[in-house]
């Protein structure tokens, strides 16, 4: 009986191995969605005290500066959800409708780091967030501590904690990201008061 011919085996392109990959890999994140924070609405500006205004990056919480949201599901306890998604980094998301929020309340401009001009600003903040979290269709709470400091001299000339809670603002992951957005502000407004001395507050100095 004659011996069947041998074939060589044919390997598949490389692009092709690489096209599969990537269809694996797209559907695995076909049911992925991403949140952006809703804009800040206007609020009445006040004038300022200080020419300019340099905010630092917001410090977040590890699981709140995860792209993947964090919600509350029970007593101290968090999920990162990783098919609901932070549209852009957090820590940036927070800085700039932080940063934003003062600039509508205040008649000055701030800028987050690094400062983009040759002259200091007038003051600049730091923000530590120890808690910001919430639930879908629940409220939110954002709690921590600013500090404002002189450029010129690195004193700190006021420094105070905030602990603030937003009811619900809506249904699912939308109302979550609206809650987040309106605590942002509502400490936008804690900081506008304290700066132009409408606000009691803590200063040292």
């Not at 490389?14 to 804009?39: D, K, R």
């Not at 619900?168 to 609206?178: H, N, T």
């Not at 957005?181 to 804690?190: C, P, S, T, V, Y």
Request: proline share 10%; with cysteine; glycine share 8%.
């Amino acid at each position: 009986m004659a011996a069947r011919p041998r074939f060589p085996r044919v390997r598949p392109p490389l692009a092709a191995h690489f096209a599969v990959v990537a269809l694996l890999a797209l559907g695995g994140c076909a049911n992925e969605t991403a949140y952006l924070l809703p804009p800040a609405p206007t609020a009445q500006r006040l004038p300022s005290p200080v020419r300019g205004i340099g905010l630092a990056d917001v410090n977040l919480p590890a699981y709140a500066s995860d792209v993947e949201i964090a919600a509350l599901v029970g007593p101290e306890t968090v999920k990162l959800h990783k098919s609901s998604l932070w549209a852009d980094d957090p820590t940036r998301a927070v800085t700039r409708h932080l940063a934003a929020a003062l600039e509508a309340r205040l008649a000055t401009h701030v800028v987050t780091d690094p400062w983009p001009g040759y002259e200091s600003p007038g003051l600049r903040i730091e923000v530590a967030v120890d808690r910001m979290i919430g639930a879908p269709s629940g409220g939110v709470e954002f709690a921590g501590q600013y500090v404002m400091i002189d450029p010129e001299s690195g004193r700190i000339t006021a420094s105070d904690r905030f602990s603030i809670t937003i009811p619900p603002q809506g249904d699912g992951f939308p109302g979550l990201m609206a809650g987040e957005a309106r605590a942002i502000e509502a400490l936008a407004d804690r900081i506008a008061a304290r700066i132009t001395g409408r606000s009691p507050g803590r200063r040292l100095s």
